[in-house]
């Protein structure tokens, strides 16, 4: 009877922890927002990226109490404001240190598509900006 008991004790054990997994995953993804953490490039006008620096990836963090954006563009910081509203979004004062640069070509038109973005939405773990109704740029929440 004992060697019965065992194994159905354990399975209740181990379903009870995947169900509790699942529902805290669910969760977490139902209550992402855009401070949620950084947000790394992976797509840029209809294009795959792929790390420029394989220490840091381009990225945003937005702090929305000052409403301010900083991030990594590839080869320099870059920093800005914005002003959100519902699902619309408005960056401006978008700059970026200067150091010298084998190739800023993805850096350049990260920084400059990002003045060009006027709405967002969050999907999953994604992050889309759009320009009316084009996407721009797929960024997706780092999770460690």
């Known amino acids: 009877m004992k060697v019965i008991l065992v194994p159905i004790a354990l399975l209740t054990v181990i379903s009870a922890l995947v169900s509790c997994s699942v529902n805290n995953k669910r969760t977490y993804l139902s209550n992402i927002s855009l401070e949620s953490g950084k947000w790394v490039l ?3 006008n209809g294009q795959e990226i792929i790390k420029q620096n394989t220490e840091r990836p381009i990225y945003l963090e937005f702090n929305v109490t000052d409403q ?3 991030g990594f563009a590839g080869c320099n910081r870059l920093f800005g404001a914005y002003v959100m509203e519902g699902s619309s979004i408005v960056f401006s004062r ?3 240190t200067k150091l ?5 070509e993805i850096e350049n038109t990260f920084v400059t598509s990002l003045q060009l973005i006027n709405r967002y939405q969050i999907e999953g773990e994604k992050l889309l900006l759009y ?3 084009n996407l721009v ?4 929440l780092l999770t460690d």
Do not use: E
Request: charged content about 15%; proline content about 5%.
């Open 42 to 44: 992976i797509n840029l």
């Open 68 to 70: 301010k954006v900083v």
């Open 94 to 96: 978008v700059g970026s």
């Open 100 to 104: 010298m640069c084998p190739d800023a």
């Open 131 to 133: 320009n009316h109704t």
């Open 137 to 140: 740029a797929t960024m997706r």
